[in-house]
């Protein structure tokens, strides 16, 4: 008897939160299209990084700056950067880089250290490249007007 009613219990609960089931009229899309499994993938589009150029304009307040130049095979690991043989405080003037920033100096307790912070040593985290890429859904941000004067 025990047994039943803990068997009753479970399947009770279960039913209670089982899964949502997907109407045979409902459409599910693919992220392949219309192409059948068995068809053959078209080529992918190849985008172009933008060429060098003066450093991007930003559109909100802590913004990172935007990458001006292609990072292809740029290597970020824990034992190189290849940001810093450019961007690195002894290096920026000879390379005409921006250096950087002195808010990557401190840790999460905003402690200064004497070598970049770990937490703001992987520079792709938060610093991209620009592609020549149109956007894949419409944007309707418009810039903080602090930021950009007319």
């Avoid at 192409?35 to 003066?54: L, T």
């Avoid at 990072?71 to 810093?84: A, D, Q, T």
């Avoid at 921006?98 to 905003?110: G, L, P, V």
Wanted: aromatic share 8%; with cysteine.
């Amino acid at each position: 008897m025990k047994r039943f009613l803990i068997l009753s219990c479970v399947f009770f609960v279960s039913g209670m939160f089982s899964l949502p089931t997907v109407a045979a009229d409902d459409e599910i899309q693919s992220l392949r299209g219309a192409a059948g499994i068995e068809d053959e993938s078209a080529a992918p589009v190849i985008k172009h990084w933008a060429p060098d150029q003066e450093p991007i304009e930003r559109d909100y307040v802590q913004q990172p700056p935007l990458v001006p130049h292609s990072v292809e095979g740029y290597k970020i690991n824990r034992k190189s950067n290849k940001c810093l043989t450019c961007h690195s405080w002894t290096r920026y003037k000879e390379a005409g880089a921006t250096k950087i920033s002195q808010t990557h100096f401190a840790d999460r307790d905003e402690n200064v250290l004497a070598n970049i912070a770990p937490r703001r040593y992987f520079c792709d985290q938060c610093h991209v490249p620009q592609r020549d890429a149109k956007p894949r859904v419409k944007n309707t941000f418009e810039p903080v007007p602090a930021i950009h004067q007319p």
